[in-house]
């Protein structure tokens, strides 16, 4: 075992605070990794806050890990000593059923899933694993990513989960040139979804609740933005939209947005809020056959994929770096919808 430090949350209210435990020693197929940078996801705020049934306290947040590697186990072949390894939402899975199979892990049949923070610990028994806001963290390979080193590697660090999370459904559900793509708001996630529609050739348009942000929105790649207050401006894009992905973590009113899909426009809901949007109109969505979906972060398989367009055509997060003990004050300004666009906590601050 070996000594890590964290920033954990005790209870659902305290602000976060210094916890020690201890990783486990890496087994035959394990890589461990002094973190460098840990990206902040408004998941982490949901669960330290206990807004999704159960949290188990301490608490240690963070799954969008960069950093380096100090150990390998001896039957590790992808990475080495030296080099860089990333970590994000997985730490592993049954790996048998078929969707393990098929690489789409996250929908694991069998729903065992191991969460990279407050799941049940396979190598611990009786333990929760521990998150990213940590000095260092052991990872099977088969779930630690390769990223580029040509990348700042702060900004690299959200790609882990806000990066996966919008690329997957806008692969999935065909985003490309000839496509019109909307966004639902721009915070972590969402500024990476303008980032890929735009990178795919979609014509992107983003809707938001902050007027302030238009220009970062045009700049980040959006072709058009939308004030979602402004009823007249909704009214315009009627019909028009193949799909919109939508990733506010508050409920609110969906029909705003199907009554904007055009005849097969599917709505794909990626925010997860506490409580649930009110159900959407059965109407809005038979008359013209538009559906709504989720879905979750994306697979190993794909998060590889994603990570090396994003090194081959220089795609990062923008980003705002933090010292861990600025976190609460990130949490505050996420609630406020005052990102600009990932908080990213530098490990160094951390200490010894
Ligand atoms: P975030 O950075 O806080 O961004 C959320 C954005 O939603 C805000 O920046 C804001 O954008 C908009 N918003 C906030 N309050 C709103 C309101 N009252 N009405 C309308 N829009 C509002 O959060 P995030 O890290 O991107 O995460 C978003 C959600 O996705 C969370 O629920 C998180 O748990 C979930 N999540 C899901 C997955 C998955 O796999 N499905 C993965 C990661 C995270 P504007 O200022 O532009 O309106
Ligand atoms: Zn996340
Ligand atoms: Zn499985």
């Not at 960069?66 to 939402?89: D, I, M, P, Q, Y």
């Not at 009110?278 to 979750?296: C, Q």
């Amino acid at each position: 075992m070996t000594k890590a430090i964290a920033f954990a949350s005790f209870d659902a209210t305290s602000p976060l605070a210094p916890f020690h435990f201890e990783r486990r020693e890496p087994g035959a197929t394990d890589v461990q990794i002094e973190i460098l940078f840990c990206g902040v996801c408004h998941s982490d705020l949901h669960t330290v806050r206990g807004e999704w049934a159960g949290t188990v306290y301490p608490c240690v947040p963070g799954h969008e890990i960069v950093g380096r590697v100090t150990k390998v186990g001896r039957e590790v072949t992808g990475f080495a000593v030296g080099g860089l390894a990333a970590v994000g939402c997985m730490v592993d899975s049954c790996r048998a059923c078929p969707s393990c199979r098929a690489g789409l892990e996250q929908y694991c049949e069998r729903d065992d899933v191991t969460w990279t923070y407050n799941s049940p610990d396979k190598h611990l028994p009786g333990q929760v694993t521990y998150g990213g806001y940590s000095s260092q963290v052991v990872v099977d390979e088969r779930f630690c990513l390769r990223v580029s080193d040509q990348l700042p590697l702060a900004a690299v660090a959200p790609l882990l989960c806000a990066g996966i999370t919008l690329y997957s459904p806008l692969r999935h559900w065909g985003a490309a040139a000839g496509k019109k793509v909307g966004i639902v708001g721009l915070g972590g996630l969402g500024h990476m979804g303008v980032k890929f529609a735009h990178a795919f050739g979609a014509h992107t348009v983003l809707f938001t609740t902050s007027p302030g942000k238009a220009d970062d929105a045009r700049r980040l790649g959006a072709d058009e933005v939308v004030v979602s207050r402004d009823a007249d401006a909704m009214r315009r894009h009627a019909g028009s939209f193949d799909l919109i992905v939508d990733t506010v973590a508050v409920p609110h009113d969906l029909d705003a947005y199907t009554g904007l899909l055009r005849r097969d426009g599917a709505l794909v809901l990626v925010g997860v809020p506490e409580k649930a949007h009110p159900a959407p109109s059965v109407g809005r969505l038979i008359g013209r056959r538009r559906s709504v979906a989720g879905s979750l972060i994306g697979g190993i398989r794909e998060t590889q994929e994603m990570l090396d367009f994003c090194a081959e055509r220089g795609i990062v997060s923008e980003v705002e770096v933090i010292p861990m003990q600025r976190i609460d004050e990130a949490y505050a300004r996420m609630l406020r919808s005052d990102v600009r666009y990932r908080f990213v906590v530098d490990m160094s601050s951390l200490g010894g």
